[in-house]
């Protein structure tokens, strides 16, 4: 059962969508009507379907207690990555949300509930909340719940409203609300035998589309229901770039060189000296002429924080993976600075020059994922932590193939990238250092994002048979710790789509050969050699922030930043 919350100012707006016909292509509501709510609503209004006139009338009643008491409640205005919007003087905004929308929705493999049981759901999810809970002496905020039918994707789910004025003029409690019903939404699965969610216990779930996020891809690509939304093709592109480069001046470089603006979150009151994490959004295209001669309004770019891309794309998380020294630092800062104010690379990296043609290194980084899979054989499968950075690099490669070969939109490439990179979720808690003698699928990403025409196809498919003997194993390891569903995602994205594009690979004994590939090739051989005897080079464990030499003292500061945001840019 998965929450999503959302806040806001217009109760009667609110009440008169969730009632009315929806949205065609998006959310179609059929017979709304109320399953639950508060006792004097209820009395008022049974589980007939829902009109206009009535639904504004619900709407006035949960409002009620705000209007009588004159309680205004607000939360910080945000921009849309996270980052507080300030007026000229710097101070903080803040709006208007006084309306608590929860919508909570079941996986199709669960089927329709009755009104019955989602009326006992609903209840005991807004007492839990601290909204209506008859054993805690506090006056009731006034809430309903409402339901219209099955969603787009064939979800049975139900609508929850709450006033957040409680009954006595009392500002209702909404702290850490979103962790807190998720914890709710997880004991209730297992009280109502629902399908349970092991990714929110383990802390390696990924960050649920939004209906906004959704509803924009739909309309840019005519209502295609596969329709890529801007923040899967931004962790696509971004997660390419990260996997690809050798350092972090080279991940910003490769970043705008795909297009994309990125931009640094710098540490509050430290100038531009410290990089804590980052931005990143598509370049909004160049507007047009309107009939009458004059240009359109051009569109503001919409940002996405590297944490809401991916909890493995947070920007200490990426830096575990490069180098760390001084001199990396400055290079990173001066690329950084050149980003922020849309100037010309500092530097130009190996990212510039053409690397997919040299058959020695495509031959050197097939033995190393060789290696890489050999080693993981003796892994135990509870090691979440070393399966989770496999996966991420992993992810990468297939997001870096998918960059260069999918021009036309996502495909099987990105669907395995997409699949592969929800096994690299954990929160910041649970990721350990990286371990030191493991081989590594980075060097693999490199080749695929500077694929060309020129490039060896062969052996392009003795690497990506080696990749896909990696993607096994991170299914057998998550059998083996009884994820069964992530096993099952993993399975059937291999067996149903990329199969297809191993088809159009050229064949050879050595390419088509079944796993131990060791046993037909030399160098594979060796690899796996050494890697059963640890003695492949070390990578030394980086900090999540490099070392920087002490900044020139500067005549201006930039504005201090919230040091307790959310980690939605890290």
């Known amino acids: 059962m998965i929450p999503n919350i959302t806040r806001g100012d217009r109760m009667l707006g609110v009440m008169a969508y969730l009632a009315g016909p ?11 009507h109320l399953v639950a709510g508060d006792p004097a ?3 008022w209004h049974d589980d007939a379907q829902l009109d206009h006139v009535t639904a504004l009338q619900i ?6 207690p705000r209007k009588a008491f004159g309680t205004r409640i607000t939360v910080p205005v945000k921009l849309n990555d996270g980052s507080p919007k300030r007026d000229e003087h710097g101070k903080a905004l803040r709006k208007d949300a006084h309306v608590w929308h929860c919508s909570l929705s079941l996986p199709p493999s669960d089927g329709t509930l009755s009104d019955e049981r989602w009326a006992a759901i609903s209840e005991e999810f807004v007492a839990r909340m601290g909204f209506a809970d008859p054993s805690s002496g506090k006056p009731p905020c006034r809430w309903v719940a409402l339901r219209h039918g099955q969603s787009r994707e064939g979800n049975d789910h139900v609508h929850i409203v709450v006033g957040l004025v409680h009954e006595d003029g009392t500002a209702a409690r909404t702290f850490n609300d979103y962790p807190r019903a998720q914890k709710i939404a997880g004991e209730l699965e297992r009280k109502y035998s629902l399908h349970v969610i092991p990714s929110r216990e383990r802390g390696d779930g990924v960050r649920g589309e939004k209906p906004a996020e959704r509803a924009r891809a739909d309309r840019a690509n005519g209502g295609a229901v596969a329709a890529e939304t801007d923040k899967d093709r931004l962790d696509r592109i971004v997660r390419a770039c990260a996997a690809a480069a050798s350092d972090e001046a080279e991940f910003v470089r490769r970043v705008r060189a795909a297009s994309v603006l990125i931009r640094p979150r710098y540490e509050a009151g430290g100038g531009d000296s410290v990089v804590v994490g980052y931005s990143a959004a598509h370049r909004p295209p160049k507007p047009g002429l309107l009939a009458d001669g004059t240009r359109e309004k051009r569109n503001a770019p919409l940002w996405y924080g ?3 891309l991916g909890r493995d794309l947070t920007l200490p998380r990426l830096r575990q993976e490069w180098p760390s020294t001084p001199e990396h630092a400055d290079a990173a800062i001066a690329e950084w600075r050149a980003a922020k104010r849309l100037k010309r690379p500092v530097a130009v990296g190996r990212e510039a020059y053409g690397v997919a043609a040299d058959s020695e290194l495509w031959a050197r980084y097939t033995t190393e994922v060789t290696a890489l899979r050999e080693q993981l054989r003796a892994v135990p499968a509870d090691d979440r932590g070393l399966w989770a950075q496999v996966a ?11 960059y260069r070969v999918e021009r036309d939109g996502p ?22 250092a990286r371990s030191a003698g493991v081989p590594s699928v980075r060097g693999a990403a490199m080749l695929l994002a500077s694929l060309t025409h020129d490039s060896p196809t062969v052996q392009q498919a003795l690497l990506l048979r080696q990749l896909a003997n990696t993607v096994k194993a991170l299914h057998d390891a998550h059998a083996a710790a009884g994820d069964a569903a992530r096993a099952q995602a993993i399975h059937t994205v291999v067996t149903e789509r990329l199969a297809s594009v191993y088809a159009r690979l050229p064949t050879s004994s050595t390419a088509s050969a079944p796993e131990p590939v060791a046993t037909r090739d030399p160098a594979a051989a060796e690899a796996v050699r050494i890697a059963s005897q640890g003695q492949l080079p070390a990578r030394a464990p980086r900090p999540p922030v490099p070392s920087v030499k002490t900044p020139a003292a500067r005549p201006a500061q930039r504005p201090n930043i919230d040091r307790d945001r959310r980690d939605v840019e890290r």
């Open 22 to 32: 929806g949205r065609e292509g998006n959310e179609v509501h059929t017979e709304p």
């Open 41 to 43: 609503i209820m009395a």
């Open 59 to 64: 709407g006035r009643e949960l409002d009620h």
């Open 306 to 308: 590297g944490g809401t």
């Open 392 to 402: 991420h690099e992993t992810a990468g490669a297939f997001a870096a193939w998918s």
């Open 411 to 432: 495909g099987p490439i990105a669907e395995t990238a997409r699949v592969l990179a929800r096994s690299a979720q954990l929160r910041a808690a649970h990721v350990p």
